[in-house]
């Protein structure tokens, strides 16, 4: 009864809470080995209310800036970072450090009272420039074959080479590749490309545009992000970031990289959404205006593959969708753990369509962190092999061999060694390899689980998700995933009475689960 309790407080918690999730922040999950001696759990606790935003005499802003309505206050919570509160206020850590005179980003308190940039009293541009169905990696993108089309263009890009994770790639792959990890479709990338650099259609690009082919550098983090294979998963994470931001996050706000701000204009498309937030990332005002006009990027676009406004293709998701049966990707009668609660599905920028879990290892008998587990995580339903390359594994549950239509399940830091091969036929409960550390970003041994369809990121939980479209929650299994709304990471498994709290370590809380 008492687990009815906290998720009843939980649900009442969610539902005042503002869905805005992180696409800066890189968070990494590490193994599941036992705590030190004292240490305590935050998800444990009841998370805490809402601050209270308030009204306060208005500090000096950023010159682009300054066409906002008063600033407002935050005070900080337990757990609070300023990546994480920028996200949530709809504006960047620049922003904040400068506003709050603060030189040292991580030396928050609690308690402490932030000056926040107020509401925007500009509203953006309203110009449709992309629909939703060719922003995602989806049915509409079947027939499109990147490469091909890349290599048979005179400009630069075909000609590029690039090693990405040990091994020599073509520019055209590499936007193949970009474009399969996100879940973006590739005419958006390659349209990108062209517009900035002209890399397209022009040979002789400069030094300079194949180090920054998107964006140059704007800030000290930017200056790491050479080359294109980084610059394009740059620019597919912003646009995933708009797009389920927009549909999903109630994004409603975008600061450019002047500091100007912009509310979005009512009605905007998540998919038009996508194009103004990636673009407002890395153009000062008077160049964002230009990229989001009738005559920029959708001019370009249009040039290339054709005025995209003309025969939209449906929107990927439909209404009521439900969830096919899916049972926990784990080995039958074995407990392992639940160590992250939604998060993103490839990328902070993504929904938040995935949740990790740990194998059962005995920490004292493996080699750190990061090994090869003895255990294998299991398919979650029948389904055919469509990816098996780098860590990852789709599994396609309608079973015609295609990732781009219907549902879709990923697994991510599977071992190459015992991984199943592509084109293999699986019933649910059939083993898919073995958790590592292989693919992405990780610190620690453990499997990476997400869902799609038709190509599209669904949230993994959404309890205050907003639009017209409202995902079917997660379900393994009988546990059911729940966010803890603006919380990456964070969230609980509950069947009937039974509640699980996603925590990286284990005896710290209850994250146990078994099929």
Not at 139 to 159: C, H, K, N, W, Y
Not at 268 to 290: I, N
Not at 330 to 350: A, V
Request: with cysteine; charged share 20%; hydrophobic share 40%.
């Amino acid at each position: 009864m008492r687990w009815r309790i906290l998720l009843a407080g939980l649900l009442l918690v969610a539902a005042a809470i503002a869905c805005d999730r992180g696409v800066d922040e890189v968070i990494v999950i590490t193994a599941t080995f036992p705590p030190p001696t004292g240490a305590t759990s935050r998800a444990t606790e009841m998370p805490p209310m809402p601050s209270t935003v308030v009204a306060t005499a208005a500090p000096s802003l950023p010159a682009a800036a300054a066409a906002t309505q008063t600033p407002l206050t935050y005070v900080v919570q337990a757990g609070d970072t300023l990546t994480a509160i920028a996200l949530a206020h709809n504006t960047t850590v620049e922003t904040l450090l400068s506003l709050n005179e603060i030189t040292n980003p991580d030396a928050l308190f609690e308690g402490q009272t932030l000056n926040l940039p107020g509401r925007p009293v500009q509203t953006g541009p309203s110009v449709p420039l992309l629909p939703d169905g060719l922003l995602v990696r989806g049915p509409a993108s079947v027939d499109f074959d990147a490469i091909e089309f890349a290599t048979a263009q005179p400009g630069r890009l075909r000609e590029m080479r690039e090693v990405v994770d040990g091994a020599e790639m073509s520019g055209p792959a590499i936007v193949e590749r970009v474009s399969r990890e996100f879940g973006v479709d590739a005419r958006v990338l390659l349209a990108m490309l062209e517009y900035r650099n002209r890399l397209l259609t022009i040979r002789d690009a400069s030094l300079e545009a194949e180090l920054y082919p998107i964006f140059a550098p704007i800030s000290l983090g930017d200056l790491g992000r050479t080359g294109l294979y980084r610059q394009l998963a740059w620019a597919a994470d912003r646009l995933n970031a708009g797009y389920y931001g927009r549909k999903y996050r109630r994004l409603e706000i975008l600061e450019l990289a002047d500091g100007a701000r912009y509310l979005l204009a009512d009605g905007l498309e998540p998919g038009t959404a996508a194009v103004q937030h990636v673009f407002s990332k890395m153009l000062a005002e008077p160049e964002w205006l230009r990229a989001v006009s009738p005559n920029g990027f959708l001019a370009t676009y249009s040039r290339l593959f054709g005025n995209p406004l003309t025969a939209p293709p449906e929107a990927p998701v439909p209404a009521n969708l439900v969830q096919p049966e899916l049972e926990l990707p784990i080995g039958e009668g074995e407990t392992w753990y639940f160590t992250g609660g939604p998060h993103g599905g490839w990328g902070s920028g993504s929904a938040w369509a995935a949740v990790d879990f740990a194998p059962p290892d005995d920490p004292a008998e493996v080699n750190g962190p990061c090994y090869v587990s003895a255990h294998f995580v299991t398919a979650a339903a029948d389904g055919v092999v469509t990816w098996s390359d780098g860590g990852v594994v789709i599994l396609d549950l309608d079973g015609d061999g295609n990732e781009f239509t219907g549902w879709t399940v990923l697994y991510l830091h599977i071992a190459s060694q015992d991984r199943v091969a592509e084109g293999a036929v699986l019933r649910a409960g059939e083993e898919i390899g073995r958790p590592s550390c292989e693919g992405g970003v990780s610190n620690g041994t453990h499997a990476h689980f997400a869902r799609r369809y038709n190509g599209e990121w669904l949230p993994a939980s959404c309890m205050d998700c907003t639009g017209s479209a409202t995902p079917p929650p997660m379900v393994l299994g009988g546990w059911q995933v729940v966010d803890l709304p603006g919380q990456e990471y964070q969230g609980y498994l509950v069947k009937g009475d039974e509640l699980r709290i996603a925590e990286a370590a284990r005896g710290v809380a209850p994250n146990e689960v078994q099929r």
